[in-house]
Each structure stands twice: as structure tokens, then as C-alpha cells.
């Protein structure tokens, strides 16, 4: 019986269970060490609110790639659909309800171990990894409970963090009852008084979710969003058809780099896309298209840039990719523009230069685009700058210390291979620690959807079961 520990409980751990289970032929025990109270949910999924939305269409939550009708089956199944009419939005696809995918992970893990011919077993540890030692050849992971666990391989699954305080806010004002730091939790937002002046400190998808949730409260008080240029996210333009998008990733070369050559500069790749956008333009089509296509080609383009043009990407370009695409599903737009028609919501062009306690009220030191500074008082101001990375976890400066793991040169996760194995200090790719999901994003560029993180755990199955069995695993099925 091989033994595997898995960090993160959340959508990627989950899927690799789920996955290990299902494909490699061989007895397998897994302890899953995830601090909340249910696996499959993560950051992005374990909330319940009714409004909080998948971003994109249902066809779009692909778990296995090798059957991407699967959830869909389930959500007929399971009595999800007849539950939520809402979901389905006026062009006719549904845009399911986050909680949903948690519950589809739960059942769907469990359908597998009950269906396993090997007796594989997978536990839930409620726990959080926060040290590793060398114990002979084996790594040791040491919990915050004072337990250990000493797995024959250790896959990493962390995914994102809870939001950093911006750096000008002052502790006494992240301190302040007014202060919610953290819009993931949903009792915090729960508890704002409905004439409360709100300050959101960023305009993206979290901010739009937070704006739904104050919405359904029966919110009355002005709601004002700020973020240094105003991108505000895109609503969803035609809908994707997955079978496409699968047989896209699965391509030996992505389509972009095959049209304009591989190891282009930041600069090229710019003006690659430009000219593909204006070509669309000209035909009439759906800008998405080309943007897709270079999110596609992300596992190529980042690796071929230099630190300096990661640097600028992140800097400069990063939020306007963002707005690009991560969208916004057509229900959360509507109750976004229903707000800013009557008025109460206002999203600015502004940067939080300060903001501190005074009183019951937290003052924010407002400067606009032409430098105008503004100082304006609200009593609750909500961090929606979204989670940040991992790569200040304890748990892999233990990993880093041992020389087991090295951070990416930009600090977004861990250096891999083109599998997931994790680099040790030398560069060398090891057999017995991995990883998925966001900490693999310095490897492959774009790694933060269910899509890309399911499609890149079905590629590097075969690897991963050979690791354990000495055997490839026969999951290696295609696509679709
Ligand atoms: C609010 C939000 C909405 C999103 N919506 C979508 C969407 O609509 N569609 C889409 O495709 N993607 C969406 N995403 C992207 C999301 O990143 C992926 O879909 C996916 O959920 C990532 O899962 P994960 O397991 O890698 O990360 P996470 O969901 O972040 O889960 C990681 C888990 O690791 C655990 N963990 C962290 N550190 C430790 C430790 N030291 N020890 C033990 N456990 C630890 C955490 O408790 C957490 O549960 C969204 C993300 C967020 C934050």
C-alpha cells in the first residue's frame, strides 16, 4: 500500500484524489490534511451564498477531461439544477452556484471510493502542514495539532491565500470593527449595517461578489469601489464550447505560438495579440477568441520571459489580463449594473494612500488618477484586493529550508517540472513531492481555473502513477 499525503483539501486536492483513486491500479491510502470542515470547497468554493457564482458556464467544470459531460450529469442527478432556475442566464447556459461545485467534489469522491476495485481510502485530516523534516529518505510533515505524518509521496495542493492587507492601512485600523479584511468570510460581511457607508478597496470579481451579497442583505448605505485604473471585470461573451477548449490545451503546439513563433519577448507577444484582436475586429468576431488563445499559449510564453518582462507583466499588463479573464458571470453584472443605475454604487479611479481609525468610522486617504487627494469616511471598508500567493507559507520555507523545494524567481509558487515534480535545490526533479494548482503558476503561467488546474492533473497522471506503482497508470485516455 503506497501512503500520500495531500496539502489542501480544496478543489485541486480534492481532484487529485479523486483522480489517483480512479486511474492507478494499486492500493492507495491518502490523508488529505485540510483545515476547514469539508473537502472540495477550498477558497473559492466553501462559502453557501446563493449569489456567488462559477464564472463561467457549467460545461466549464471539467474534473475529468477525459469525460467533460460529467458534471453536468451529476447536476441533473443531484437535483442541483431543478434547486437553482437562477443559474441559467438569458442566452440559455447555466452559471452554476459555487457551493455546488463543493458538494459535486464530496459526491464524486465518494462514488469513487466506493467504486474502487484497490480499497483505496482517502482521510480527512482537519489540519494545517506547517513544518517538514528529513526523517532517513522521507519527509516528515509536521501539523499545527503537534501530529506527524511521514507519506511515501507528498503532494502539494495549497492553492491561494486569505487577502494581505493593503500596505497603508494602519494596524489600528485593520483592527477596527469596521475593517473587513478578509470578504471570504462570509459572517463578517454578514454583519454590515445596512445604512453603513462601504468602501471596496479593489473592482474585481471579488468585489462584484461582495456587491451581490450586500445587494441580497437589502443593503441602503453608498457603496464605493476604487482600484488604480478602474478595470472593472468583462461579462462573459460567447459561450466557450469546452469540447474545443479541451482539444485546445491538448494541442502538442498552442495555436498562438504556432502563428507567431516560440520564445517571444513580452513586447512581441503584445503586439502578436494587437494584431489578432484587430484581425477580429475587422471580422466581425468575439474578442475573447484571441485572448484565449494566449492564455492558452501561457505554459509556453512565461517560461520563454526574462525575470525584468515577468516583472513588467505583473506590474503593468496583469490587471488588465485579469479583467480579461477572469469574468463576470451575467447575474452578478445585472445586480452590479441595477446598483450603479440607481446610483448607490460608484466604482473610481483611486488608490488607497491611508487609511486609519477615527471613531466609528475608518478615514480613507483617497488619491484620484490626476493626483487630486480626497480624505472620505466610511464605516466599513472592505479589502476585495483578492488572495494573494503562497509563497510565504511556513510549511514550504520548511520544504525550502531542507533544500526540498525552491520558490519561482517572481515568488507566485514553487519551481516544477513539466509534470508537477517538485525541483529540489539542485534543480532536480523529485519523485516523492508535487504539485498542483496555483503554486505551479512561476511553471505554467496561468493555472488558476478548474479547467487549466483539471486538464494539467489529467496530463501528468501517468507520471504520477508511475511514480507509485513503478507502472504508468492507464489513465492516459485523450481528451474528450
Ligand atoms: C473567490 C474565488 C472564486 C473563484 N471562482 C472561480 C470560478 O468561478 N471558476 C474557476 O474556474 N475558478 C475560480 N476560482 C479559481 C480557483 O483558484 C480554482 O477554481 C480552484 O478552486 C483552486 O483550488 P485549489 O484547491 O488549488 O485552491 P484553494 O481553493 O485555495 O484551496 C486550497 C486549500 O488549501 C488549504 N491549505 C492552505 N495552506 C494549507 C496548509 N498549510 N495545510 C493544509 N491545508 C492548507 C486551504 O485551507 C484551502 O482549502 C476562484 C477563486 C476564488 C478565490
Known amino acids: 500500500m503506497r501512503r500520500i499525503a495531500i ?4 478543489f485541486t486536492g480534492t481532484a487529485v484524489a479523486i483522480r489517483l483513486c ?21 477558497l473559492a468554493y466553501c462559502g453557501n451564498d446563493p449569489d456567488h457564482r462559477v464564472n463561467g458556464t457549467h460545461e466549464l467544470l471539467v474534473l475529468f477531461p477525459d469525460d467533460i459531460g460529467h458534471f453536468a450529469r451529476w447536476y441533473e442527478a443531484a437535483g442541483a439544477a431543478a434547486r437553482d432556475p437562477e443559474a441559467r442566464a438569458e442566452s440559455g447556459v447555466r452559471y452554476v452556484r459555487r457551493s455546488d461545485v463543493r458538494r459535486y467534489m464530496n459526491e464524486t469522491l465518494q462514488e469513487t471510493l466506493d467504486a474502487n476495485a484497490y480499497g483505496s481510502s482517502v482521510h480527512h485530516v482537519r489540519d494545517r502542514a506547517t513544518g517538514a523534516r528529513r526523517v532517513n529518505h522521507a519527509v516528515q510533515i509536521e501539523l499545527a495539532s503537534g501530529c506527524t505524518i511521514e507519506p511515501d509521496l507528498t503532494i502539494l495542493a495549497f492553492g491561494g491565500q486569505r487577502p ?17 479584511g478578509d470578504p471570504f468570510e462570509a459572517e463578517a460581511v454578514s454583519e454590515i449595517s445596512p445604512d453603513n457607508a ?36 468583462q461579462p462573459q461573451g460567447e459561450v466557450p464550447d469546452v469540447a474545443e477548449l479541451m482539444q485546445r490545451l491538448a494541442r502538442p503546439v498552442p495555436r498562438f505560438i504556432e502563428r507567431h513563433g516560440e520564445g517571444l519577448t513580452l513586447r512581441a507577444a503584445v503586439r502578436a495579440l494587437r494584431r489578432d484582436m484587430a484581425a477580429a475586429v475587422a471580422e466581425g468576431r468575439d474578442l475573447k477568441a484571441p485572448f484565449d488563445e494566449v492564455r492558452d499559449a501561457a505554459g509556453w510564453l512565461w517560461p520563454s520571459f526574462t525575470d525584468v518582462e515577468k516583472r513588467r507583466f505583473l506590474r503593468h499588463l496583469k490587471p488588465w489580463y485579469d479583467v480579461n479573464r477572469y469574468r463576470m458571470v ?12 440607481s446610483g448607490q454604487l460608484d466604482f473610481r479611479v483611486a488608490r488607497l494612500a491611508g487609511l486609519e481609525a477615527r471613531g466609528t468610522c475608518l478615514e480613507a486617504l483617497l488619491v484620484g488618477r490626476d493626483g487630486t487627494v480626497t480624505r472620505e469616511a466610511f464605516e466599513t471598508v472592505i479589502n476585495c484586493t483578492g488572495p494573494k500567493t503562497m ?23 514553487l519551481e516544477v517540472d513539466g509534470t508537477g515534480r517538485v525541483l529540489d535545490a539542485a534543480g532536480h526533479a523529485q519523485d516523492a513531492i508535487w ?18 488546474i483539471a486538464f494539467r492533473l489529467h496530463r501528468s497522471l501517468p507520471a504520477l502513477g508511475e511514480a507509485l506503482t513503478g507502472t504508468q497508470c492507464p489513465s492516459s485516455r485523450e481528451v474528450i
Do not use: C, K, W
Open 330 to 341: 451575467p447575474q452578478t453584472g445585472a445586480i452590479v449594473a441595477a446598483m450603479q443605475a
Open 22 to 42: 480512479d486511474s492507478v491500479r494499486t492500493q492507495l491510502s491518502i490523508t488529505i490534511i485540510e483545515p476547514r470542515e469539508e473537502l472540495g470547497g477550498g
Open 391 to 413: 509563497s510565504d507559507d511556513p510549511f514550504i520555507g520548511a520544504l525550502s529550508d531542507l533544500g526540498l523545494a525552491r520558490p519561482d524567481s517572481m515568488g507566485l509558487g
Open 7 to 10: 496539502i489542501g483539501g480544496g
Open 198 to 233: 462601504v468602501l471596496l478597496v479593489g473592482t474585481g470579481l471579488t468585489a462584484a461578489d461582495v456587491v451581490a451579497t450586500l445587494s441580497r442583505q437589502g443593503h441602503r448605505g453608498s457603496i464605493t469601489a476604487i482600484s488604480r485604473r478602474g478595470l472593472l471585470p
Open 435 to 452: 504539485a498542483f494548482g496555483l503554486l505551479t503558476r512561476g511553471r505554467f503561467g496561468d493555472m488558476t481555473a478548474i479547467p487549466q
Open 164 to 180: 494581505s492587507p493593503p500596505g497603508t492601512v494602519t494596524a489600528e485600523a485593520q483592527n477596527h470593527g469596521g475593517y473587513v
